[in-house]
């Protein structure tokens, strides 16, 4: 029995496991979530992950990898030469970003920019090479999502962006479909891939190719929260205005646009469940079905688990405010909880050499 993890995987993903195990060379792509702080929770999953299993791969063919928001940061440093160094370095910068006060609209931006300059090297002599490093890393192909702006969303001026969203939030009490005529669904991949991407949730998707001209600003933009945080401007498409992909991947689901493949998909993750959009967090019967996630393997921290750490819940966004008067505290409590998550890693990995995977997996 897992002592700190559950791993779960849809239909297709659990016949596999139960007939085959689990290796590297099963995997076809690995998705990561939209959730702020909550990332905090698995960095030594994540760490495990990239350093170490995806290191036994023995096929040639690059793995693709998709993110929103802080899932699109997190595999950005992961695609990196040394994902673990990356990884950790990440989340020490996501921990000590500090507001002493002041949480506005400058401020949330110049911390986030301090991340993102480490994973892509900008301003740094030492590391200019990080978009380099990963447009050129032959074991992955990343894929960022972020979200195209239409309608009220599509405006500079925040309090409009604040009508858009509070429209959609209502709306979201009756349809999935809230985000309609305000947002687009616009993924940026490495030049090399070749997926297509076919839409089947009522939300087109515009594919842009990444380079040098349009990286950072892509990255950011998967992470930039309406209202809280500037938009962000793709010099190619001057009309609009781009915003956080969690508004509609929050928990990306293949289903709704991934492409059709034989591998699977390994998605780390800090829950049990998966949620469409930002708005169904809201709602806690509004989840992903198990057939939206027919080649998936989730692996989480159990519940056990996650009652065992500060506060007895994973990091969230909340934590800043709830400690504002008292950053050092927050750094302590983060701090443990990545040093905790290490042994996510270690779990995952044993498992997976034991050979007998199959006994500890469970349906989605």
């Given at each position: 029995m897992l002592t700190n993890l559950t791993i779960a995987a849809g239909p297709s993903a659990y016949a596999h496991i139960q007939k085959n195990g689990l290796s590297a060379d099963d995997i076809a792509?690995?998705?990561?979530?939209?959730?702020?702080?909550?990332?905090?929770?698995?960095?030594?999953?994540?760490?495990?992950?990239?350093g170490s299993f995806m290191k036994q791969r023995q096929k040639p063919q690059a793995v693709d990898l998709f993110g929103t928001s802080v899932g699109a940061f997190k595999l950005a440093a992961a695609a990196r030469q040394d994902p673990a160094q990356s990884l950790e370095q990440m989340a020490d910068l996501y921990i000590h970003q500090s507001y002493d006060g002041?949480?506005?609209?400058?401020?949330?931006?110049?911390?986030?920019?301090?991340?993102?300059?480490?994973?892509?090297?900008?301003?740094?002599?030492?590391?200019?090479?990080?978009?380099?490093?990963?447009?050129?890393?032959?074991?992955?192909?990343?894929?960022?999502?972020?979200v195209r702006c239409h309608g009220l969303l599509n405006h500079r001026d925040r309090k409009w962006q604040a009508l858009a969203l509070v429209q959609a939030g209502?709306?979201?009490?009756?349809?999935?479909?809230?985000?309609?005529?305000?947002?687009?669904?616009?993924?940026?991949?490495?030049?090399?891939?070749?997926?297509?991407?076919?839409?089947r949730d009522g939300f087109p998707v515009r594919h842009t190719k990444l380079d040098n001209s349009n990286f950072a600003a892509a990255l950011k933009a998967s992470g930039s929260i309406p209202v809280y945080m500037p938009p962000v401007d793709i010099l190619a498409d001057a009309s609009h205005i781009y915003h956080d992909g969690g508004m509609l991947d929050y928990h990306p689901i293949p289903a709704n646009f991934?492409?059709?493949?034989?591998?699977?998909?390994?998605y780390p993750h800090f829950y049990d469940h998966f949620k469409n959009r930002w708005f169904d967090k809201f709602?806690?019967?509004?989840?992903?079905?198990?057939?939206?996630?027919?080649?998936?393997?989730?692996?989480a921290p159990n519940r056990d688990y996650v009652a065992r750490l500060p506060d007895g819940k994973i990091p969230s966004r909340q934590d800043f405010v709830k400690y504002v008067k008292n950053e050092p505290l927050r750094f302590a409590k983060w701090q443990?909880?990545?040093?905790?998550?290490?042994?996510?890693?270690?779990?995952?990995?044993?498992?997976?050499?034991?050979?007998?995977?199959?006994?500890?997996?469970?349906?989605?």
């Open positions: 792509a690995i998705f990561g979530a939209s959730g702020a702080a909550k990332w905090l929770a698995i960095t030594g999953l994540d760490s495990a992950v990239f002041d949480a506005g609209f400058d401020k949330i931006d110049s911390e986030t920019d301090k991340i993102l300059n480490a994973i892509t090297g900008a301003g740094d002599k030492q590391t200019l090479r990080g978009v380099e490093e990963i447009l050129t890393n032959p074991a992955y192909h990343l894929h960022i999502g972020a209502m709306g979201s009490l009756i349809s999935a479909k809230h985000l309609r005529g305000l947002a687009e669904r616009v993924v940026f991949s490495d030049p090399r891939s070749q997926l297509n991407f076919e839409a991934w492409p059709q493949h034989d591998g699977l998909i390994l709602y806690p019967w509004r989840r992903a079905s198990a057939d939206q996630l027919d080649k998936v393997v989730m692996i443990n909880v990545v040093a905790r998550s290490y042994a996510l890693g270690e779990e995952f990995l044993a498992v997976c050499a034991s050979g007998d995977i199959a006994a500890h997996v469970r349906p989605l």
